[in-house]
Structures are given as C-alpha cells and as structure tokens.
C-alpha cells in the first residue's frame, strides 16, 4: 500500500514567501507542491513577498511594482533578481542625493563658523562699528544696535559656538552614515590637560578661550 501524499503546510508556504528568503522554485520543492500553484495562491490571497534581505532597504509593494514596471518590459518575467536591482538602483540614488544635501550642509556650517571666527578676530573693529552706526530717538535708545551688540558680544558669541559645534556633531554622524562608516562619529575638542570636551559640556570660560585661540 502506497503511502498517503504529504498535504502541503501553506502557513509555512505563505510565511517563507513573505519572508523573501527562499525562491519560489525552492518553496516548492521543500513543500512537494508545484511553484506555478503557490503562484497562483499568492495572487489570489494577494501575499507580498518581502525581499529586505536581499536588497536591505524596506520598499512597498506598489513602489517596487511601479519601479519594477520602468525597469523591464511587459514580455520580461518580474524576478526576485529584477525587483532586487531595480530598488537597489532607487536607494542607491536616494543616498547618493543624501549625500549632496549632507556635503552643502557642512560647507554653510564651515562658512558660518569662518565669519564667528572673523568677528571674534576683530571683535573691536565691530564694537567701533556698532557705536558709529548708533542712531538713538527721542528716547535715548536704539534697539537695532542693541540687538547687534548683544549678537557680537561674548555670551552671543559663545552661544552660536555651541549651536555650531553640535550642527556639525550632527552632521558628522549622519555623513558617516550616508557613506557606511560603522562607528559613531564623536566630535572632540581638547582641554588644557588632553582631555576631550564636547561642547554641550563645556563651560562659557572654556568655550571663550577657544574662541579667542586657547584651546588646543
């Protein structure tokens, strides 16, 4: 007497196609059921094959279709191997723009660090400058100008110094990122004894001595 045919597990079928690690060639033969009928289930019960594994990098069902559709012709079968090259191609583009936005967003915080580093160079010649524009009313006051002088003076000064040094930690972290450096970026400044600082940490008085070039 022939032994009964093995009933096909299609909760084990369904769970390795949504997983997207195994093709549906190799679902089939470990499951004695034909590649063309799991196929067919997967169409009627509208599973979605989910191949982050391959391509590292989640992608939807309608992006991938809408890529997938640019990509190959009509009389091209959609493989595991054309979805996986088509989204690849996208994030590689998506990270490629990332790292533009990345690169323009470091050279305006280096421009902006220059132009604090040029006035706390000449910070008297902008004192100068603030006390000849002084127009004061009727009341003896200038608000203009003392908006600009509370900008130039040291706790202003020490203040855009710290946004700065954590727009850049920042950046840092993400660039590495954007080009698959592992580790963490860590932004360090040295103290008087080699001891790194970070800037959230420092005091006005350390912070003041690197702007005016004490610090290492």
């Given at each position: 007497?022939?032994?009964?045919?093995?009933?096909?597990?299609?909760?084990?079928?369904?769970?390795?196609?949504?997983?997207?690690?195994?093709?549906?060639?190799?679902?089939?033969?470990?499951?004695?059921?034909?590649?063309?009928?799991?196929?067919?289930?997967?169409?009627?019960?509208?599973?979605e094959r989910d191949l982050n594994a391959k391509i590292k990098a989640k992608a939807d069902a309608l992006v991938t279709s809408r890529?997938?559709?640019?990509?190959?012709?009509?009389?091209q079968a959609v493989t595991d191997r054309a979805i996986v090259e088509a989204n690849a191609e996208v994030i590689a583009n998506i990270?490629?723009?990332?790292?533009?936005?990345?690169?323009?967003?470091?050279?305006?915080?280096?421009?902006?660090?220059?132009?604090?580093?040029?006035?706390?160079?000449?910070?008297?010649?902008?004192?100068?400058?603030?006390?000849?524009?002084?127009?004061?009313?009727?009341?003896?006051?200038?608000?203009?100008?003392?908006?600009?002088?509370?900008?130039?003076?040291?706790?202003?000064?020490?203040?855009?110094?710290?946004?700065?040094?954590?727009?850049?930690?920042?950046?840092?972290?993400?660039?590495?990122?954007?080009?698959?450096?592992?580790?963490?970026?860590?932004?360090?400044?040295?103290?008087?004894?080699?001891?790194?600082?970070?800037?959230?940490?420092?005091?006005?008085?350390?912070?003041?001595?690197?702007?005016?070039?004490?610090?290492?």
């Amino acid at each position: 007497m022939t032994e009964a045919k093995k009933k096909p597990d299609w909760e084990r079928i369904e769970s390795d196609y949504r997983a997207g690690l195994l093709s549906v060639r190799e679902i089939a033969a470990s499951q004695g059921v034909s590649h063309v009928a799991i196929a067919k289930r997967a169409k009627k019960e509208g599973w979605e094959r989910d191949l982050n594994a391959k391509i590292k990098a989640k992608a939807d069902a309608l992006v991938t279709s809408r890529t997938v559709t640019r990509e190959v012709t009509s009389e091209q079968a959609v493989t595991d191997r054309a979805i996986v090259e088509a989204n690849a191609e996208v994030i590689a583009n998506i990270r490629m723009a990332h790292r533009s936005d990345i690169r323009r967003a470091r050279t305006l915080c280096m421009s902006l660090l220059a132009e604090l580093e040029a006035e706390t160079g000449d910070i008297d010649l902008f004192r100068e400058l603030g006390d000849i524009l002084r127009s004061e009313d009727d009341k003896g006051q200038d608000k203009r100008n003392d908006i600009y002088h509370k900008v130039i003076s040291s706790a202003g000064r020490i203040d855009s110094m710290k946004k700065l040094a954590e727009t850049l930690k920042n950046l840092v972290g993400i660039e590495r990122e954007a080009y698959g450096i592992a580790e963490a970026a860590k932004l360090e400044l040295s103290g008087p004894n080699g001891t790194p600082l970070r800037a959230k940490d420092m005091t006005d008085d350390e912070l003041a001595a690197i702007l005016a070039g004490g610090g290492a």
